[in-house]
């Protein structure tokens, strides 16, 4: 994949994937005309960030626990 069609894949701007190239972030490979990026290397991002969102999922759907504390004085 191109830098553009990258950035269009993981929906970032063209300038955020240029940064993390530089950073040597994101694995290239020039071929003379232009960088090419393995589309490959971010399947395990994409596990990460299902993982987070089920986490933050589970964490949301838990009813809040009555507190011990309040007292009811009518």
Do not use: C, W
Not at 1 to 21: C, F, N
Not at 24 to 35: A, C, H, L, R, S
Not at 42 to 51: L, P, W
Request: aromatic share 10%.
């Amino acid at each position: 994949m191109t830098i553009q069609e990258t950035a269009e894949y993981l929906d970032v701007p063209v300038s955020y994937i240029h940064k993390m190239v530089l950073k040597n972030k994101i694995k290239t490979i020039d071929d003379g005309y232009q960088v090419l990026i393995n589309k490959d290397q971010f399947s395990n991002y994409f596990d990460q960030v299902e993982k987070y969102r089920a986490t933050i999922q589970e964490y949301l759907s838990e009813p809040i626990p009555p507190d011990p504390d309040i007292k009811d004085e009518d």
